[in-house]
């Protein structure tokens, strides 16, 4: 099932480290997600980003051990039906394929935010409509890019995330050179206190998600089997050194604001104004927006690929299971997507939907999803080795017993107490698909075990 490729030999490791990095969307922790992290994490926020930094690697090598064994663009879907179980992949790779949906549809909106945010500073504008008219601009021009190939596309999101990044580092360079580097606080460990970092840990782990999505990149890279592992390790140390800066950075500058950081919905540009540079802030507006549309792209490519795959696998209807002729990319798949989105935009935009409350629903659908994915991926990974009797297998075991609790336990916070709203009717909703797609994959193997058989025997590999 290896796609065509516009030219070359495929793409090469700083495209697919764009890619992961792009579903990561590592822009987001510093402009927005911080705030939540910081109200239990106070002066350590950076500590408790660390800690989960390494837990995320280990996590990724867990991930990465299947992408070596198994490469394909199903990633985690083809990863555990071959590892573990049928069932668990068709969980794993519908939860996943809705997961990424919720990023999808939350982008091009949260894109439109920041730059409506952004023209501000030059003159008035504000509105839904002016949010959906960009969303929609965002979102044609990341499908048109994704349609003519993953080089193209995968070059375009490598470099929107590095200017998204180099405006977050500007920004830091700015507040260091006001402040300074030194904050005693920060290194107190006897004001540290392990219930309150134990909740920071929890909410700062889905800050490291979307490192696996370099394995829907499998059919385009050459060198699928030792490239993809690599670059999911990668992926997560650069964003995690990253994240542990911004942390650091961000509550030393926010020890001169008046508003804690745990009440600022807008951190960068709170410090901005503390620097005596409010204009600064237009830099966390267009990271912002810039880091939503290499997310629009790098999700695309992943969902078209999932659903390509399990098309091939027979598990969704062989209408996804087509390359455009031109440009070999799962074309079908995008147009579905594309007009899927579209639509949400549309409603959004005439029932005047609050964008934020919007983006809040996915995320805690996206959310879910990596938690069931990565808890899945610590079960299989050490089965299947024990079962090679590889030589990695106590070391996956010992991984897992140190990770899977975490996991479980963010998991158990985020299903209950329930959350009101929106995010309450995303984590039924997010139930209930798993329990389906379980009972699904049951009465296939009473009734119909051929069509799990079929999972295991059907090539999906470059």
């Not at 500007?170 to 206190?193: C, E, K, S, V, Y």
């Not at 992926?235 to 600022?264: K, N």
């Not at 994959?441 to 799990?452: D, I, Q, S, T, V």
Request: glycine fraction near 10%; charge should be positive.
């Amino acid at each position: 099932m290896r796609f065509c490729r516009t030219s070359g030999d495929g793409i090469n490791t700083s495209e697919l480290w764009g890619h992961a990095v792009a579903n990561i969307t590592p822009s987001a922790m510093p402009a927005v997600t911080i705030s939540l992290v910081a109200i239990h994490g106070g002066p350590f926020t950076w500590l408790a980003y660390a800690l989960i930094g390494v837990l995320m690697t280990l996590v990724a090598l867990q991930v990465g051990i299947l992408a070596r064994h198994f490469p394909s663009p199903g990633s985690l879907f083809f990863y555990l039906s071959k590892a573990l179980h049928p069932i668990s992949g068709m969980v794993a790779g519908f939860t996943m394929m809705a997961g990424y949906f919720g990023a999808l549809a939350a982008a091009p909106l949260l894109g439109g935010l920041f730059v409506e945010q952004a023209l501000r500073f030059f003159w008035p504008v504000s509105g839904v409509g002016w949010i959906a008219g960009i969303a929609v601009l965002y979102l044609l021009v990341a499908w048109r890019l994704a349609l003519r190939g993953i080089e193209i596309s995968a070059r375009w999101g490598l470099w929107v995330e590095i200017f998204s990044i180099f405006c977050i580092v500007f920004i830091a360079a700015a507040t260091l050179w006001h402040f300074g580097w030194r904050d005693p606080a920060q290194w107190n460990f006897q004001r540290l206190h392990t219930a309150p970092l134990a909740q920071a840990l929890i909410l700062s782990l889905l800050a490291y998600g979307g490192f696996e999505t370099a394995g829907n990149l499998a059919g385009e890279t050459s060198t699928a089997r030792t490239a993809i592992p690599r670059v999911m390790v990668l992926s997560v140390l650069m964003v995690g050194g990253f994240f542990v800066a911004m942390a650091y950075i961000e509550v030393l500058a926010f020890a001169h604001v008046s508003t804690p950081l745990g009440d600022s919905a807008a951190p960068l540009n709170a410090i901005a104004k503390a620097i005596g540079h409010p204009w600064l802030g237009i830099f966390s507006d267009l990271a912002m927006a810039a880091a939503a549309f290499s997310a629009t792209i790098a999700t695309l490519n992943s969902i078209s690929r999932i659903l390509y795959s399990m098309a091939g696998h027979g598990v969704i209807p062989r209408f996804f299971h087509h390359r455009d002729v031109r440009h070999g990319t799962p074309a079908r798949g995008l147009r579905v997507l594309a007009i899927i989105v579209l639509l949400s935009v549309a409603v959004v935009a005439l029932w005047r939907i609050p964008i934020l409350s919007v983006v809040g629903t996915f995320g805690t659908f996206t959310g879910l999803a990596f938690l069931l994915i990565y808890g899945l991926a610590n079960i299989a990974t050490p089965w299947f080795l024990f079962r090679q009797r590889h030589a990695w297998r106590w070391i996956s075991l010992i991984i897992a017993g140190v990770s899977l609790p975490l996991l479980i336990k963010v998991m158990a916070v985020s299903l209950w107490p329930l959350p009101a709203g929106g995010e309450g009717a995303a984590t039924l909703l997010f139930v209930a698909l798993v329990m389906v797609v379980f009972f699904w994959g049951l009465y296939w193997a009473a009734f119909r075990p051929e069509r799990l058989r079929h999972i295991l025997l059907a090539v999906d590999e470059p």
